[in-house]
């Protein structure tokens, strides 16, 4: 069993930028790949950006690339979510998932363990 905690949401203006962490228990984190999802109001969860057990390969949604960055440090059990550039409509609740699996998928039915998600709100 997994427990995932995300922290780091908030309010910021467009252009502007935050950090997600995602504070991962036990001590198989590092053998899952780890994903960010998000979920606007009215509209379903949405894959944002995934990485692999070893943070060797990672796999980005077109509408982040380029202003989003996840690592993760499987010392501390953690994952990030670096968001520069922020635009409007980035405002979501992100959430962070861990698929027992070693690869990484873009689905959500393909994660196991959810966190409860931290809210991003990106004002014009």
């Known amino acids: 069993q997994v427990q995932l905690v995300e922290s780091g949401g908030g309010l910021v203006q467009a252009g502007g930028s935050l950090r997600l962490s995602c504070a991962a228990s036990?001590?198989?984190?590092?053998?899952?790949?780890m994903g960010w999802f998000r979920q606007a109001p009215g509209k379903e969860r949405e894959f944002v950006v995934g990485?692999?057990?070893?943070?060797?390969?990672?796999y980005y949604a077109n509408s982040v690339k380029g202003r989003f960055t996840i690592s993760r440090d499987n010392a501390k059990n953690t994952v990030y979510l670096q968001m520069n550039s922020l635009k409007p409509e980035d405002t979501a609740v992100y959430y962070c998932?861990?698929?027992?699996?070693?690869?990484?998928?873009?689905?959500?039915?393909?994660?196991?363990?959810w966190g409860q998600g931290t809210q991003v709100t990106v004002s014009s």
């Open positions: 036990g001590r198989t984190f590092s053998s899952y790949a």
């Open positions: 998932a861990a698929d027992r699996t070693r690869t990484m998928g873009i689905a959500a039915y393909e994660y196991d363990y």
């Open positions: 990485i692999t057990w070893s943070g060797g390969n990672t």
